[in-house]
């Protein structure tokens, strides 16, 4: 089974960053894509973008340019980077591999942005 967990957030001032990591773990079937979401309050989850297996990286219409998402080949980890925080930044943050095997989620990691 594959297997995704976030991590990295936390309590962060406006004007700051954070580093968010997604570490996969299981069997992987071909092709993969590793997306970020975020989820405010009271909202819908939406996408922020993706990296594929090859490197790929596509960013959703909506994102402002604050958000960076790489790969960490020494951590085997996919990170996504936010700058410049700001209080409607603040969400759970979820990774979501999409792969030959099917989709898996994880828990989220929760950002709150605040002075």
């Known amino acids: 089974q594959v297997q995704v967990a976030e991590s990295g957030g936390g309590v962060v001032q406006p004007g700051g960053s954070l580093r968010l990591s997604c570490t996969v773990s299981?069997?992987?079937?071909?092709?993969?894509?590793v997306s970020w979401y975020l989820q405010p309050p009271e909202k819908e989850r939406e996408l922020i973008g993706s990296i594929s297996k090859f490197d790929t990286i596509k960013y959703a219409d909506s994102v402002k340019g604050r958000f960076s998402i790489s790969r960490d080949t020494a951590k085997n980890t996919i990170d996504l980077q936010i700058s410049s925080l700001e209080p409607d930044d603040t969400a759970v943050y979820y990774c979501r591999i999409s792969h030959g095997g099917g989709d898996a989620w994880g828990q989220g990691t929760q950002v709150t942005v605040a002075s």
């Open positions: 299981g069997s992987i079937s071909g092709f993969y894509v």
